[in-house]
């Protein structure tokens, strides 16, 4: 549908993305493998040629899909991530020294954003104590209990992915795809949006609207979505009967 030009609205992912990306900034990006991501915001920063990157993303998607693009082209400098999952070119990168990683639980890594984007430059979790994850880290004890201070974190710019926007950038996700993308919208000086269906303001059902437009600075409709899989898992259906035991 046609919407009514607003300063936020962009014609197209590159546009959207012009003036305020650049070479060494840090960018958080949403998405849970390939679910929810930004699809075409990533493919238009693959595009840029952007380099040294440092990408917070719950994983950096898959070879060749997603983050896994930045990836092949080395794009990337340092993840902040919880999860290395399918992608076989993150793994080889970090074990040959390639790509800096800085893991973190997944709870922690998503209470980081969080508290970035509240204003919150830090707080203690007991998710880590006496492992790995707390090597480094300022420790408190509390009660009898470790725990590990641990950092909000914030971005130069979030790119984020919503099921429906408008023109003001208000946004609705849509099911499991909301993902990181909410807390993201807060965490960055620039929050970038891309939607599958922009709508006119207004139309939005107010109740429904899960990222108010104040944190969204531009926002673009997706002009291709693939949708990928990570991993399809299928079972046999159970044989019902319909017959009735008196």
């Not at 930045?70 to 993840?79: A, N, P, V, Y």
Request: glycine share 12%.
């Amino acid at each position: 549908m046609s919407v009514t030009t607003s300063s936020k609205v962009y014609a197209d992912a590159a546009s959207a993305l012009e003036g305020v990306v650049k070479d060494g900034m840090t960018l958080m990006c949403g998405g849970f493998g390939a679910c929810g991501i930004p699809e075409n915001l990533i493919a238009a920063l693959h595009a840029s040629g952007v380099r040294n990157l440092t990408v917070v993303s719950n994983n950096a998607g898959m070879d060749g899909v997603g983050l896994g693009l930045l990836l092949q082209t080395h794009q990337i400098r340092k993840m902040i991530s919880s999860y290395v999952g399918e992608n076989k070119e993150f793994e080889r990168q970090y074990l040959a020294g390639e790509l800096e990683l800085e893991f973190n639980p997944q709870g922690t890594l998503a209470e980081r954003i969080r508290a970035g984007g509240a204003g919150i430059w830090g707080f203690y979790t007991k998710v880590g104590a006496g492992t790995l994850v707390a090597e480094g880290k300022e420790t408190r004890i509390v009660d009898g209990e470790t725990y590990v201070l641990e950092k909000g974190l914030v971005a130069d710019v979030s790119i984020i992915k919503a099921w429906k926007g408008d023109a003001e950038g208000n946004l609705i996700y849509r099911k499991t795809a909301r993902n990181f993308n909410p807390n993201m919208a807060t965490a960055a000086r620039v929050t970038v949006a891309e939607v599958e269906e922009l709508v006119e303001t207004g139309t939005l059902d107010g109740d429904r609207i899960h990222t108010p437009g104040i944190f969204v600075q531009r926002i673009v409709q997706g002009a291709h979505y693939a949708k990928v899989i990570e991993k399809r898992t299928v079972r046999k259906r159970e044989e019902t009967s319909n017959a009735v035991v008196a």
